[in-house]
């Protein structure tokens, strides 16, 4: 079989990796955010809301509306398996918001609790 992407066509299936891989790597950020909150690791909550953002900014680009303030919550007692699609200038907002919570964590100068974790710049 041979794949058509260098005509434009694009397969349902490209959607869907796309779609799962970016959502993923947004829900695995909102788990970071929520063990770094139990934690009380401002470094790495300012971190997650910064991965969360980049990959939800990726999906709304492609796709426009998506869900975002119900998004994510099906392991929360109360939460939803099924929610809501916002608009894409409701989840603009909402991520600008985001992106400002952890513009004032990042001005905090938070350090890294583990910083052995940080593979790369060892928490500086």
């Known amino acids: 079989m041979t794949r058509e992407e260098h005509r434009y066509k694009i397969s349902d299936g490209d ?29 790495v909550e300012a971190v997650a809301l910064t991965l969360k953002v980049l990959n939800m900014y990726n999906l709304t680009d492609m796709h426009g509306d998506i869900p ?24 603009y907002r909402q991520m600008f918001a985001e992106l400002e919570t952890a513009n004032k964590l990042y001005a905090e100068s938070p350090v890294f609790q583990k910083p052995e974790l940080d593979g790369m710049y060892k928490g500086i």
């Open 15 to 43: 959607w869907k990796s796309v779609w799962n891989k970016y959502s993923g790597f947004a829900g695995n950020a909102v788990h970071m955010y929520d063990l770094a909150a139990q934690r009380d690791d401002k470094a």
């Open 68 to 91: 975002y303030s119900e998004a994510f919550q099906a392991r929360t007692p109360g939460g939803t398996t099924k929610p809501k699609f916002d608009s894409q200038a409701d989840v």
